[in-house]
């Protein structure tokens, strides 16, 4: 571990700066990783700029949900207890809140209120997803050298998604083949 | 069979136990995102949804703070069998990709040099991205039924585009504005509706 050192003492204040991180982060825990940085690299000096790309790139590696780099961030600053305490400080007040939400509004879900919330909120989300199709896909239109192959690659995936029920697990694993083996 | 169920074609989970599996075996496909494969796994394969439902809560875990299929995952199993079916929905998202996730960073330095990873990331990454936009694609045909009408339905969603993928705006500011504007254009849209 690089700069400041970490001690059991800075332990409550890091979990109170992500339970209250968990609480802003509408559009998921991404859209917090600006003022994380800011926080863990700025402020504290606990990492550095390396490190914390390479929480979020290790996370975007994995299988699983983009919110599992908060853990690596944890881990980076105070080893166990620090990924302990950062997963269930960025977890446990949205998932509270979610539940309680959640189930007022399935008793009401038929009221106008309710029905124009989810109504209103589809073409929004719809978009939402096609826009992250676009932001994944960048890199390939970028890079003159993998531009053929990555949009070909894309460009068939979508084509067995909407022909085939095929589980997305073998296109992820097909993906990684034709890509350890250099063809794109 | 047709590829999305109807709402008398849905199943339903046997038990926390199966929601638990489901999800760490969705979770584990789940590279670049996870939201792609829940639509595949929950709604084609599964049928525990429907798309329009698949939507509506995707649509709610939105507007909540918290990672987004942490939300829906939540929602769902709390659907099925309460808090424990909750629990198990989001252990299973969380459970696997966490030790793995921290086994990588243990082993980072180790392999970060080497070109066939780097590829083998970059594949991946390419069939996230058809992953995303296939998903996108079929979501398109919810908005059929929405009492909104095609016109406002398109126009919300151009306007959500320009926004974050070509102003960039962060999202916590678009999702609570554009949402505001959806939810008012749909309540009058209903309120038109009813009276009619």
């Known amino acids: 571990m690089s700069g400041a050192e970490f001690l059991l003492a800075d332990l409550p204040e890091f979990f109170g700066r992500f339970l209250l991180l ?11 990783a600006p003022e994380m940085h800011r926080y863990l690299v700025g402020e504290r000096g606990w990492l550095d700029d390396g490190q914390f790309t390479t929480a979020v ?95 070909a690659l894309i460009a068939l995936t979508v084509l067995v998604m909407h022909y085939t029920r095929l589980a997305p697990i073998w296109l992820i694993l097909a993906g990684g083949i034709v890509g350890a083996v250099g063809w794109i | 069979m047709s590829p999305a169920p109807t709402p008398q074609e849905l199943r339903q989970p046997e038990s926390p136990l199966e929601l638990f599996t489901t999800f760490t075996a969705l979770a584990l496909q789940g590279f670049g995102g996870v939201l792609a494969v829940a639509q595949r796994e929950l709604v084609e394969r599964k049928r525990w ?7 509506e809560l995707y649509s709610v875990s939105q507007m909540l703070p918290g990672p987004n299929v942490v939300n829906l995952s939540l929602m769902l199993g709390d659907r099925f069998f ?44 390419a069939v996230a991205a058809g992953l995303m936009i296939a998903m996108a694609l079929k979501l398109v045909g919810t908005l059929r039924a929405n009492p909104m009408g095609p016109v406002l339905c398109a126009g919300i969603a151009l306007l959500t585009a320009a926004l974050v993928a070509v102003l960039r705006l962060p999202l916590v500011w678009v999702v609570p504005s554009v949402g505001l ?16």
């Not at chain 1, 968990?22 to 917090?32: N, R």
């Not at chain 2, 949804?49 to 939507?55: A, I, N, P, Y």
């Not at chain 2, 996730?101 to 991946?124: D, S, W």
């Open chain 2, 181 to 196: 504007l959806g939810w008012t254009l749909a309540r009058l849209a209903i309120a038109r509706k009813a009276r009619s």
């Open chain 1, 22 to 32: 968990s609480l802003l982060s509408i559009g998921g825990a991404m859209s917090t």
């Open chain 2, 82 to 125: 309460g808090w424990r079916g909750g629990a198990a929905a989001v252990g299973g998202m969380l459970f696997m990709p966490l030790v793995i996730v921290i086994m990588l960073a243990i082993g980072y330095n180790t392999f970060a040099e080497q070109a066939m990873v780097a590829g083998a990331l970059r594949g991946m990454g």
């Open chain 1, 57 to 151: 790139a290790l996370a975007q590696a994995s299988p699983g949900p983009n919110v599992i780099f908060v853990p690596v961030l944890g881990f980076q600053v105070a080893g166990w207890i620090g990924a302990l305490a950062a997963t269930v400080g960025i977890l446990a007040p949205s998932t509270l809140l979610s539940l309680g939400v959640s189930r007022w509004a399935g008793k009401r879900r038929d009221t106008p209120g309710v029905r124009a919330f989810t109504a209103g909120l589809a073409p929004m989300t719809v978009s939402l997803m096609a826009c992250a199709g676009w932001v994944l896909a960048l890199p390939y239109l970028r890079e003159p050298d993998h531009r053929l192959g990555g949009l």
């Open chain 2, 49 to 55: 949804l429907t798309r329009e439902q698949f939507v």
